[in-house]
């Protein structure tokens, strides 16, 4: 009898478990970091043969001769359809490895081309692991970083592309995701860089870091105003008020040109937060947050970007647009301002300094618990919910008819 009714009981206990966890996160701001599924590279002094999946670095460079180039993959499923893209950040790991590019030392990072521009191109069509130099696809738009920002004695760590415009196009407008190649020049002096891969270590290997609104997110989330006291965005806490200004000095201005057009600003990102220029008032962030700077310049000309004592570069696409990835991990909590300077390498001239914007800085201290919690509701039932239902009611009535009924039931399981 005891037997029965704790099969009762351990039945309705099973159902009610499968039944009442039905919640979800809530569609809204949200971040994923997404790791290289496939790769790919390509060398002009073996035209037919391919290097799909098979090292775990992946090269780029240049000598007479000789160009290297590779293609990189990611898988954007898990973003849901009709999302909208906040920011992304193609991220890369210059790895310090044997390379013969260089017939001097055979280092694998050597050298500065003419142009030193590293593209990271939209593919504009599908490949494999039959691709090779010769049957390799082109790029319908690409993204642009400074390859003197690769510099050969830091290595062994993550470099950061603004690619937000081309996630945009694969997530919002529905053009065909076919990853991204990084090609840089392929003329003038010899250089390399190789970076780790989709088989290389696990941490190392390329993200694809995505800021993105779900459908049917709010159309204007909260602001920070209306956080509570001692919050900055949605998902840290901070330390109060930023502490006094740090000066902002560029060790690396070039001089000034007159002919050369000031940077403008167009947007700021922080974290999931985006402000369009003009910043009038100094943005609150922790240290270690998020934080792309895009803005306008003249074609080519390269952007250094100074917050406080901490220098960043990018260059400037086709259509005039910059974006810059800035880490903040080394940020001193403080008010600091952000200058910008238009540089034409080539002529080692650069634009009047602007001043674009500033930052309230603030130490990261205990990360919210609540953004999850905050951010779930009741899911709807579907039949699969209604049928467990159904079998958490059948366990109860099974429980009470054995309590009113035991006396009946032991009988019937006796011995004769």
Not at 68 to 94: C, E, H, K, Q
Request: contains cysteine; charged residues 15%; glycine residues 8%.
């Amino acid at each position: 009898m005891k037997k029965i009714v704790l099969l009762s009981f351990v039945l309705s206990m099973i159902c009610g478990f499968l039944l009442f966890p039905t919640t979800k996160a809530e569609a809204g701001l949200n971040t994923t970091t997404i790791k290289a599924s496939y790769h790919n590279w390509t060398d002009s002094a073996y035209p037919t043969y391919a290097h799909y999946n098979g090292q775990p670095y992946v090269n780029v460079g240049y000598s007479p001769g000789r160009a290297f180039r590779s293609y990189v993959y990611f898988n954007l499923s898990s973003i849901p359809a009709g999302s909208t893209i906040n920011s992304a950040s193609f991220n890369i790991w210059l790895q310090n490895d044997f390379f013969l590019i260089n017939p001097i030392d055979h280092t694998d990072c050597y050298g500065i081309p003419s142009v030193p521009v590293l593209v990271a191109g939209q593919v504009s069509e599908s490949w494999n692991s039959s691709m090779n130099w010769n049957n390799q696809p082109g790029h319908v738009g690409y993204a642009t970083y400074d390859l003197t920002q690769f510099p050969c004695n830091d290595q062994e760590r993550f470099y950061y592309i603004g690619v937000t415009q081309i996630v945009k196009n694969w997530v919002e407008s529905g053009q065909a995701n076919n990853g991204f190649n990084i090609i840089g020049t392929e003329s003038g002096s010899s250089w390399s860089r190789r970076f780790a891969s989709s088989t290389g270590a696990e941490a190392e290997k390329p993200q694809l870091y995505i800021q993105y609104t779900t459908p049917d997110a709010p159309a204007d989330p909260p602001s920070d105003e209306s956080l509570p006291s001692g919050t900055t965005g949605a998902n840290s806490t901070t330390n109060g008020n930023a502490a006094a200004t740090t000066p902002t000095v560029n060790p690396n201005l070039k001089t000034t040109d007159s002919s050369i057009a000031t940077p403008t600003l167009t947007y700021v990102t922080v974290g999931s937060a985006r402000s369009e220029a003009p910043v009038t008032s100094d943005l609150p962030i922790i240290v270690g947050d998020s934080l792309i700077v895009g803005g306008k310049a003249t074609k080519g000309l390269t952007i250094s970007l100074a917050i406080g004592d901490k220098v960043f570069s990018g260059v400037v696409d086709d259509a005039g647009n910059w974006e810059i990835v800035v880490d903040t991990s080394a940020f001193v909590p403080g008010i600091v301002k952000a200058k910008a300077q238009a540089q034409d390498l080539k002529k080692n001239k650069g634009s009047a300094e602007a001043e674009l914007f500033g930052l309230s800085v603030s130490a990261k201290t205990v990360v919210a618990e609540t953004k999850e919690a905050a951010k779930t509701e009741t899911k709807k039932m579907g039949w699969k919910d209604w049928l467990i239902l159904a079998g958490l009611v059948l366990g109860l009535i099974l429980a009470v008819l054995a309590l009113i009924f035991r006396k009946k039931i032991f009988k019937i399981f006796q011995k004769p």
